[in-house]
């Protein structure tokens, strides 16, 4: 029996389709973004905004990048005993020009990363239990990404 694909934290991204994007919050009539959505629209001084819902970029480039070489908070699964080290990247998006966290996808380490390499957001297991694989996102390296001829 497949498991259904469900998000680790619901309102973070979307599932549908090969082109998982963030979903972001943006000001009314400005170019300023927030992600996640919820961590915006307070400007002191004009108080709380109702923020417009917006799907971010699903490329950018990385802007700086590491390895951890301990389990992140939750919702992080260790799956593994013992720990993995993951390497994580900060990625500056295309349109938006605001830097996102992320885990990069398996197999990409920080010897594969330079800043300003182009990167695509991706969704992947996180873990799975026996009804459900969650998915967070994950960045990949545009290279990797497309297909070769």
Known sequence: MQRAQ?????????????????????????????FPRHLGGADPRVGPI????????????????????????????VTSEPYEPITVAAVELEAEKMVVLGQCIAGVGPDDLEVGMEVELTTDILYSDDDHDYLVWKWRPVAAAEPED
């Open 50 to 77: 109702e923020l417009e819902e917006v799907l971010l970029s699903r490329r950018g480039r990385v802007w700086s990048y590491t390895t951890s070489h301990y389990p992140p908070p939750p919702p992080f699964v």
């Open 6 to 34: 469900v998000p680790a934290v619901e309102g973070l991204f979307t599932t549908d389709g090969d082109e998982p994007r963030l979903i972001g919050g943006r000001v009314p009539g400005t170019e300023s973004y927030f």
